[in-house]
């Protein structure tokens, strides 16, 4: 038993038994006791060990299957030891006049920082112990599951605040469905957006987007007056007439959803896929910063495969916002119907992907979210060279393999050749293993990749913009023609910090790993 007059009772049938009890672990009831607050919500309290909640298989309750939260822990968490202003530590030792850290043997001689605190009697909430107990366990069943929902009804309720906020692991979409306006989890309309007065739809927005990682809002504004008129369609020039404009609305979502545009090589706000843009071919006699690289892919005409963005980067994008300016249309009869294939745009998403990897095939797994590669981006032009490193798969290691996944860097016309370990002794005998199994693993990574049930491929139209995780989802495009016949696909957007997206999120009450 554990000591204390605060001692709380985790009984049978509470979020957090039930989540301690998901993994086969039984509750150790008579370890911890107490009492609910006056609102219902229980609290423990951590001069009573608070958090040293237990999971056992066994009989021991110090056995090796014991998993708690630590006392230590939760006695350093007391809001006392946190500037109520700042919010940062308030109890780590240091010199008040030139900032340097106590020596060693002022440590020792000096009674801790925190000793000086009276002991924490601070009562915690079972939410947070929960939020703090799933994030240290680092399951990957608390924190996703799959599409679909089962019922009609959790369906519908995927729009509503109160729910899960798991994300939602998706494959077999379809462009009708993600259109469809009773069915689609990821639909927004750009009117029900910026008249949001009461934040609801924002909310809605920002919770669809941790969920799925992937939004359709339709109906964006397109006008620009960044292209010449000879490249716009009779669609495109009549939305000139909009007073607002394509760039105000990508910033507007930008705002929303991560505070500001992100400043890359691509220039410090709005970009534009169309070499046809005066973001490209003009000087910045106008004081206004104008974007810089065109030395990537996208600017072409090709195909593309499916890829993150910018994996040559320490902290790739959090998020990408696409917005159909002008899709490829032929000038003869501005039918666009009548180009194929016509830019078609693919989304997949990448924690599915992986997760069906784990299913499907452990070594591949294991081997792409341990094994570094290198991502690089050169333009001799802009001066750039960019190149950093990082696993295609990235989640959390445990004791017993892999948690929940963190984040997806893939794009293989970025990725250098790859290096196996350093031989300590001389010894390259390994070397064709490491090529022969991390190819193996990449191709059956590429072999999920490719699979029509994971791929969503969807003709996005004028007004149509997209936002994308970029550390979860991957994009990529079906050709077009490019020729002076027809009218040049344009797409704008702007990218958006991972870090600034996180607090978003964050600021929300969504929790991940």
């Known amino acids: 038993m554990l000591s204390g007059k605060h001692h709380l009772l985790i009984p049978k049938g509470t979020a957090l038994a039930k989540k301690c009890c998901r993994r086969g ?5 008579s370890c911890i006791s107490g009492t609910k607050s006056s609102i219902g919500t229980r609290i423990f309290n951590s001069r009573s060990h608070l958090g040293q909640v237990r999971f056992r298989n066994g009989s021991s309750q110090h056995g090796p299957n014991t998993t708690l939260l630590p006392n230590q822990y939760l006695d350093a968490y007391d809001p006392k030891r946190f500037d109520p202003s700042t919010h940062q530590r308030n109890d780590v030792l240091f010199n008040p006049i030139d900032g340097t850290p106590p020596s060693a043997d002022s440590h020792s001689a000096t009674p801790k920082q925190e000793d000086t605190h009276d002991k924490s009697s601070h009562k915690y909430e079972e939410s947070w112990l929960g939020t703090h107990l799933d994030r240290w366990r680092a399951d990957p069943s608390d924190f996703d599951c799959y599409w679909p929902v089962p ?15 798991k994300r ?36 809605r927005l920002l919770k669809a987007f941790y969920q799925y990682g992937l939004v359709l809002i339709t109906g964006t504004p397109t006008a620009t007056d960044s292209l010449p008129e000879e490249v716009m369609t009779e669609a495109t020039k009549n939305a000139t007439n909009s007073q607002e404009r394509a760039e105000d609305a990508i910033l507007h979502l930008a705002s929303m959803i991560g505070y500001h545009p992100l400043q890359t090589l691509y220039g410090s706000g709005v970009w534009s896929t169309s070499s046809y843009s005066s973001f490209y071919n003009s000087d910045d006699s106008d004081g206004q910063v104008k974007a810089g690289s065109t030395a990537d892919s996208a600017y072409g005409s090709t195909s593309l495969p499916l890829h993150t963005d910018m994996t040559y980067i320490s902290n790739p994008p959090g998020v990408q916002i ?47 979210a341990s094994t570094q590669r290198r991502y690089r981006c050169i333009d001799d032009a802009e001066g750039w060279h960019l190149e950093a490193c990082g696993p295609v798969i990235n989640a ?3 004791e017993d393999g892999w948690g929940p996944v963190t984040s997806i860097r893939h794009n293989d016309l970025d990725r250098l050749p790859d290096l196996p370990p350093y031989p300590v002794q001389n010894d390259d005998s390994n070397f064709t293993t490491f090529y022969d199994e991390l190819l193996s693993a990449h191709a059956a990574w590429d072999n999920i990749l490719r699979r029509d049930e994971m791929r969503l491929v969807i003709d996005l139209k004028c007004g149509d913009c997209v ?45 991940f790993p």
């Open 396 to 398: 959390i290691h445990r």
């Open 322 to 368: 696409f917005l159909m300016v002008q899709p490829a249309t032929s000038r003869s009869d501005q039918d666009s119907t009548t180009i194929t294939p016509k830019g078609q745009s693919v989304y997949l998403d990448g924690f599915a992907a992986a997760e069906q990897l784990r299913k499907e095939n452990p070594d591949a797994f294991h081997l792409l």
């Open 151 to 165: 019922t009609n009804k959790e369906l519908q309720d995927t729009k509503n605040k109160t729910t899960t906020t």
């Open 467 to 511: 936002l994308v995780a970029n550390q979860r989802c991957m994009h990529g495009r079906y050709a077009f023609d490019a020729s002076t016949s027809t009218y040049p696909r344009v797409v704008m957007g702007c990218y958006v910090g991972m870090d600034e997206l996180g607090s978003k999120w964050r600021h929300s009450g969504f929790s």
């Open 168 to 203: 939602v692991l998706w494959s077999n979409w379809t462009a009708d469905l993600v259109r469809d306006r009773d069915k689609s989890p990821i639909l927004f309309q750009y009117d029900d957006i910026v008249h949001d007065e009461d934040k609801n739809t924002e909310e």
């Open 25 to 29: 672990h039984q509750l150790q009831r």
